[in-house]
T-cell receptor
Framework: GAVVSQHPSWVICKSGTSVKIECRSL??????MFWYRQFPKQSLMLMAT?????????EQGVEKDKFLINHASLTLSTLTVTSAHPEDSSFYIC????????????FGSGTRLTVV | EDKVVQSPLSLVVHEGDTVTLNCSYE??????LLWYKQEKKAPTFLFML????IEKKSGRLSSILDKKELFSILNITATQTGDSAVYLC??????????FGTGTRLAVRP
């Protein structure tokens, strides 16, 4: 079945630094990947849609200059949180459209970011 | 804007009980409704529903969609402690994006 790998699973960084999170489709090609953010006891909120070979589409209220998305190949999308602040601490999850044809249903294991 | 509302927000039951989780929605262009189970990490897929009145079943879990009344339910029979999780309802509308509800936090006591 479709497998999405996300790395790292957790990261702690200092305020002002940047953190890169990777999302890979292991056994299929993903032209589109989705990045979500989830605060404690809240639901997943879509941040952006990452399209291979073109610019990402950001949801309203998400700063594109702060959350840089790169989808340079059909198996890899990266999310870089730039100049991280404590309020960016959250659980970040990616999703990709799997080879089964079910669109956007396969999630990565998530990355818990803590900014201190 | 697409909207998903889940109820109840949380639920505590004992092993063996049957639970029904609710999901109502508003959508401009309906494509499908999905249910996920989230434990400590990322959600795991349970069901995808596209047609009204057709029950999807997997073991003790089942789900059905009513596109006229704009809601779906997820049933879990003979609950076990391993069913304790957050159950998320998500709507796929225009633009291939998923809109999630806030989830129902289910706790199953031994």
């Amino acid at each position: 079945g479709a497998v999405v790998s996300q790395h790292p699973s957790w990261v702690i960084c200092k305020s002002g630094t940047s953190v890169k999170i990777e999302c890979r489709s292991l056994d299929f090609q993903a032209t589109t990947m989705f990045w979500y953010r989830q605060f404690p006891k809240q639901s997943l909120m879509l941040m952006a849609t990452s399209n291979e070979g073109s610019k990402a589409t950001y949801e309203q209220g998400v700063e594109k200059d702060k959350f840089l998305i790169n989808h340079a190949s059909l198996t890899l999308s990266t999310l870089t949180v730039t100049s991280a602040h404590p309020e960016d601490s959250s659980f970040y999850i990616c999703s990709a459209d799997g080879s089964t044809g079910i669109y956007g249903y396969t999630f990565g294991s998530g990355t818990r970011l803590t900014v201190v | 804007e697409d909207k998903v509302v889940q109820s109840p927000l949380s639920l505590v039951v004992h092993e063996g009980d049957t639970v029904t989780l609710n999901c109502s929605y508003e959508v401009t262009n309906f494509r499908s409704l999905l249910w996920y189970k989230q434990e400590k990490k990322a959600p795991t897929f349970l069901f995808m529903l596209t047609s009204s009145g057709i029950e999807k079943k997997s073991g003790r879990l089942s789900s059905i969609l009513d596109k006229k009344e704009l809601f779906s339910i997820l049933n879990i029979t003979a609950t076990q402690t391993g069913d304790s999780a957050v159950y998320l309802c998500a709507l796929m509308g225009s633009g291939d994006k998923l809109t999630f509800g806030t989830g129902t936090r289910l706790a199953v006591r031994p």
